[in-house]
């Protein structure tokens, strides 16, 4: 069972390039979002999904997109890499259908140059 | 807008010490609560998650407990480890409907010395 898979786990970019960061989940889980972790910040929701299909913002969305073609991949596609997104990102799911909590892939350390 | 605040950012503490990490967020109206610990450049791992009709909840030497009316939550570590050394971070769920859209607090970097 490997839960929630990210990758890559480092990846550097020039600015204005686009790339996508992949999450799989292998739980089943409805629920998956996007979050990204900088120093004295905390984490913060990029985008969030509650099932296949059904995506929303959260409080950082300018320059991220999402899809949720699937429930097992929720991928997040930066359009145009801009510095102010370096920052370590993680991805999360949980289940539905009872209180359960959540569960974080280890995370995808990009810098843009 | 919700705002969660853990106070205090870091803690230094012996070994076999008993510690209390605190946990406050501004609206009460909140769907559950979950403690989480990270380990240095790794994955967040939940720790124990209270509902929001829930006083406290237990795990080993963890307990955590929840008073939504004064919007605060505590997490209680019994006789502290070198292993225990970690960032723990709590987070709320607003509404039933929010999935995985969870509100952090920024964490408390806990040290525990051998």
């Known amino acids: 069972n490997a839960g929630v898979t990210q990758t890559p786990k480092f990846q550097v970019l020039k600015t204005g390039q686009s790339m996508t960061l992949q999450c799989a989940q292998d739980?089943?889980?409805?629920?998956m979002s996007w979050y990204r972790q900088d120093p004295g910040m905390g984490l913060r929701l990029i985008h969030y999904?509650?099932?296949?299909?059904?995506?929303d913002q959260g409080e950082v969305p300018n320059g991220y997109n999402v899809s949720r073609s699937t429930t097992e991949d929720f991928p997040l596609r930066l359009l145009s890499a801009a510095p102010s997104q370096t920052s370590v990102y993680f991805c999360?799911?949980?289940?539905?259908?009872?209180?359960?909590?959540?569960?974080f892939g280890s995370g995808t350390q990009l810098s843009v140059l | 807008k919700q705002e969660v605040t853990q106070i205090p950012a870091a803690l230094s503490v012996p070994e076999g010490e008993n510690l209390v990490l605190n946990c406050s967020f501004t609206d009460s109206a909140i769907y559950n609560l979950q403690w989480f610990r990270q380990d240095p450049g790794k994955g967040l791992t939940s720790l124990l998650l209270?509902?929001?009709?829930?006083r406290e909840q237990t795990s080993g030497r963890l307990n955590a407990s929840l008073d939504k009316s004064s919007g605060r939550s505590t997490l209680y570590i019994a006789a502290s480890q070198p292993g225990d050394s970690a960032t723990y971070l709590c987070a709320v769920s607003p509404r039933p409907q929010a999935g995985t859209a969870l509100i952090f607090g920024k964490g408390t970097t806990l040290s525990v010395s051998s």
């Open positions: 999360a799911s949980s289940r539905r259908d009872r209180l359960e909590k959540l569960f």
């Open positions: 999904s509650v099932g296949a299909g059904i995506t």
């Open positions: 209270i509902q929001s009709s829930q």
């Open positions: 739980m089943n889980h409805e629920y």
